[in-house]
C-alpha cells in the first residue's frame, strides 16, 4: 500500500516507522524542518516538507496513487483538510486525529462525514482507557485485554521473589500441564527481546509479557511477584480531558479520587462538573500541597499533564512518601530509561496507544494491536478467515517464523492457551506475539488481505 502520514510528532512518526517495517510504501508530510530530520535520518520513507494542507504539497507525495491517508499532526482543522483532500483525490481509507470534543460529538458528525474521515483517533480516551487497565492490575506495567475480554496480556519486571523466578519454560511448562492458563510470549532482558522457547530460563528484572486467560489473572499475578489489591484511593495530577474521563469512570466504580489542577477556572469546572470527585486548585509540583493532600497514602497517582518532567517530579515526590504505584504519562520519550532506575512503576505514550487504534484500523483481519514503549515487538489479534489454508491445521503445521507465537485461541467465546498440537478453525481468534517484520507473513499464512 501506498500510505502518506500528516505530521512528523510522535505519533506520526511511530505510525510511519511501524508501517514501513512492514513493507508499504509510506510517504511523511511535515512541516517542521527538525522533525522531518530526524524521520528522514530514522526512517527508510519519502519525506515531503510542508503543509497537510497544501495540493501541490500532498500531490508531491503520491496522492493520486494513495491507498490510506493518516491525518496525525496537533492541529485538527490541518486533519480534517488533509482527509477531505484525500476523498477528493480517490484514497479509499482516511484516518483523522481529532482532540476538540465539539469536533468528536455527535453534533460534528455531518462534517466527518464529508470529510471522510472512516476513523477518528481520541488521544485523550485512548490514554485514559490504558490507565483504567492498568490500575485493575497493580503493578503490571503493561496491560492489554483481547479476545472479547477472555484473554488479558499482562507486562511487569519479574520480581526476584516470584515463583516463576530462576525458572526454565520447559519446568514451569511441566506444572500445569495438560491445560495451561497462561503462556511467556515474549522476554526483555537488556535491550534485547525474544520470543522465547522452552529452555529460557527466566530471570529476577526480565521484562515479561504474559498472555493469560482471565479467569486465571489473580493466580499469574501471584506467580509473577505482584501481590497488591485493586486500588481504591486514587490522585490524579493535571486536569485535562484524559483526566475527566478517568475521575469520572473511577467514581463510578466507587473509588475515591482527587484531581490536582493548577488553572483556578478549570479547576472550578471540573469542581462542578465531577460527581464525587475532590478537586484542588495548585501546581503538580508544589509539594505541600501534595503533602497535605496525603498523596503518600493513596493507592495510585497518576501524573498526566502536557510536562513530562512536572508528570515524573511528582510520581517521584509520591513514591518518596509511599504511595503504592505511580504512573506516568511521557510525550517524549527521552526520559524512559531512567524510570525504573529511579522507582517510577510505569510510562504511558499517548503516541503508542493513538498508534495501535490506526494500525487496527489498517490490518484487514487484525482486531487488535498492542505496541510497547520498552521491547522490538507486537502482540496482535486476528481472526482467521473462513477461506484460509490455516483452518483444520494444527499450529505446528503453520510454518510460522521463529519470531513468531501464537499465544492463545478465543473459540465461540472460550479461549484456550494454544499449543503445537492445538487444531485452528475458521473464525477463531488468535493472540500472536511477533517481532514487526514478521507481522507481514503472519498476516500471509493466514490469508489476511491488506484491506480492511
Known amino acids: 500500500m501506498h500510505i502518506i502520514v500528516i505530521g512528523a510528532g510522535e505519533v506520526g512518526s511511530y505510525v510511519a516507522e511501524i508501517l514501513s517495517k512492514e513493507g508499504n510504501d509510506v510517504a511523511v508530510v511535515e512541516q517542521h524542518r527538525g522533525r522531518l530530520r530526524r524521520v528522514q535520518e530514522k526512517l527508510d520513507v519519502l519525506t515531503v516538507l510542508g503543509s497537510g494542507t497544501h495540493?501541490?504539497?500532498l500531490r508531491e507525495a503520491g496522492i493520486d496513487r494513495a491507498d490510506l491517508m493518516v491525518a496525525v499532526t496537533q492541529v485538527d482543522e490541518v486533519n480534517l483538510i488533509a482527509c477531505l483532500f484525500a476523498r477528493q483525490h480517490g484514497v479509499e481509507r482516511a484516518v483523522a486525529r481529532i482532540e476538540a470534543s465539539c469536533l468528536r460529538g455527535h453534533e460534528a458528525a455531518e462534517l466527518r462525514d464529508a470529510v471522510g474521515a472512516?476513523?477518528?483517533?481520541?488521544p485523550d480516551?485512548?490514554?485514559?482507557?490504558?490507565?483504567?487497565?492498568?490500575?485493575?492490575f497493580p503493578g503490571a506495567s503493561e496491560v492489554a485485554v483481547m479476545g472479547g475480554g477472555e484473554v488479558i496480556v499482562i507486562g511487569t519486571k519479574l520480581a526476584e521473589d516470584a515463583p516463576l523466578a530462576n525458572r526454565t519454560l520447559h519446568d514451569i511448562a511441566q506444572e500445569y500441564e495438560p491445560d495451561w492458563d497462561f503462556l511467556v510470549g515474549a522476554v526483555t532482558r537488556g535491550a534485547d527481546t525474544i520470543i522465547p522457547r522452552g529452555d529460557q530460563?527466566?530471570?529476577p528484572d526480565d521484562t515479561l509479557r504474559v498472555v493469560c486467560k482471565r479467569r486465571a489473572r489473580r493466580e499469574l499475578m501471584g506467580l509473577l511477584g505482584l501481590h497488591r489489591g485493586i486500588p481504591r484511593r486514587v490522585m490524579l495530577l493535571g486536569g485535562g480531558r484524559t483526566a475527566e474521563i478517568l475521575a469520572d469512570e473511577l467514581a463510578q466504580r466507587h473509588a475515591e479520587v482527587t484531581l490536582v489542577e493548577h488553572n483556578p477556572e478549570r479547576a472550578h469546572e471540573l469542581a462542578e462538573r465531577l460527581d464525587g470527585v475532590m478537586v484542588l486548585q495548585g501546581e503538580i509540583t508544589d509539594a505541600d500541597l501534595l503533602t497535605e493532600a496525603d498523596i503518600g497514602e493513596v493507592d495510585a497517582v497518576v501524573a498526566l499533564t502536557g510536562e513530562d518532567d512536572a508528570n515524573i517530579l511528582a510520581c517521584l515526590y509520591a513514591k518518596s512518601l509511599g504511595a503504592k504505584e505511580t504512573i506516568a504519562v511521557l510525550h517524549g520519550l527521552s526520559y524512559r530509561r531512567l524510570l525504573d532506575q529511579v522507582g517510577i512503576d510505569v510510562a504511558l505514550s499517548p503516541r503508542i496507544a493513538s498508534a495501535n487504534a490506526v494500525l487496527r484500523f489498517v490490518r484487514g483481519g487484525v482486531t487488535a494491536v498492542a505496541t510497547f514503549l520498552a521491547g522490538d515487538f507486537e502482540v496482535?489479534?486476528?481472526?482467521?478467515?473462513d477461506s484460509s489454508q490455516a483452518d483444520g491445521q494444527l499450529v505446528s503445521d503453520l510454518g510460522l517464523p521463529k519470531d513468531?507465537?501464537?499465544?492463545?485461541?478465543?473459540?465461540?467465546?472460550?479461549?484456550q492457551i494454544a499449543r503445537g498440537w492445538s487444531e485452528l478453525r475458521g473464525r477463531d481468534h488468535l493472540v500472536v506475539f511477533a517481532k514487526p517484520q514478521a507481522v507481514v507473513q503472519v498476516r500471509r499464512i493466514f490469508g489476511l488481505s491488506s484491506e480492511s
Open 55 to 57: 495540493p501541490d504539497v
Open 118 to 122: 472512516d476513523l477518528v483517533i481520541d
Open 125 to 136: 480516551r485512548e490514554v485514559a482507557h490504558e490507565v483504567l487497565d492498568l490500575l485493575q
Open 201 to 203: 530460563r527466566l530471570l
Open 380 to 385: 496482535i489479534e486476528i481472526e482467521v478467515p
Open 404 to 415: 513468531v507465537l501464537i499465544g492463545a485461541i478465543v473459540r465461540d467465546g472460550k479461549a
